[in-house]
């Protein structure tokens, strides 16, 4: 299988070291470790939202470095912890982001059945003012899965979700990567859920590799 991301003797400041790391394609990437264990810095580093001090990182065997930022954020799109959602509906929030990225808007059934797929029925023209951080974090990643991207880096995509709604999002999630070229990268706090359905989980430890299991097939 090729490698989507590859690392090599890559080290950003004294937060990160990374000697040699292969991150499969078409897989669920699990990244665990305590918290300054450097696991949002390496999310950071696979799409060149921080440049790495020495080593090097490539993206399907280019060094992101030698690929146009636009260009490869739209292919590797990051979802924060922490969204940042746009005053107004759903529906506006979803508008925007494809008129920044000068995309068709996908047709409304499309939006809609994604929303339910991710727990969320019937709320394309709720005001997110009130929602609470679950729903936000859920409509940042239906935003990042319209726009159709290669890869996913998401940084606790259910960290304010309830067990039973964070497993609606990794049993979705596991469906996605089933289609050709698709790819989640995940650091998550819900440990028994990276462990059933991620394929590899990468644990840091001062911002170094602890270990690092593969489990092919977990979410099959």
């Known amino acids: 299988m090729q490698a989507v991301f590859s690392l090599r003797n890559t080290a950003f400041r004294d937060i990160l070291f990374v000697e040699y790391l292969d991150i499969e394609s078409g897989t669920l990437f699990g990244i665990t470790g305590k918290s300054g264990s450097g696991k949002t810095t390496l999310l950071k580093l696979l799409n ?12 399907y065997g280019t060094n992101v470095l030698m690929i146009d930022p636009i260009v490869l954020r739209r292919k590797v799109i990051m979802v924060p912890q922490a969204p940042y959602i746009f005053p107004g509906t759903v529906l506006e929030n979803i508008q925007l982001v494809f008129h920044f990225n000068r995309k068709e808007l996908p047709a409304q059934a499309e939006i809609e059945n994604l929303l339910e797929q991710l727990g969320m029925p019937s709320v394309l023209n709720r005001s997110t ?6 729903e936000k974090q859920r409509i940042a990643l239906a935003r990042a899965l319209l726009l159709d ?5 998401l940084d606790e995509p259910t960290a304010a979700l309830d067990e039973d709604n964070a497993l609606v999002v990794f049993k979705y999630l596991a469906r996605w990567i089933g289609a050709p070229g698709k790819s ?21 430890s001062g911002g170094r590799i602890k270990s690092l299991e593969e489990r092919s097939g977990a979410h099959a």
């Open 184 to 204: 989640v990268v995940a650091i998550s706090h819900a440990g028994s859920l990276i462990n059933d359905y991620g394929d590899a989980i990468l644990d840091l």
């Open 48 to 59: 060149n939202m921080l440049t790495s001090d020495t080593g090097e990182v490539s993206y």
């Open 129 to 134: 003012a009130n929602m609470s951080g679950g």
């Open 149 to 153: 991207p290669e890869t996913l880096l």
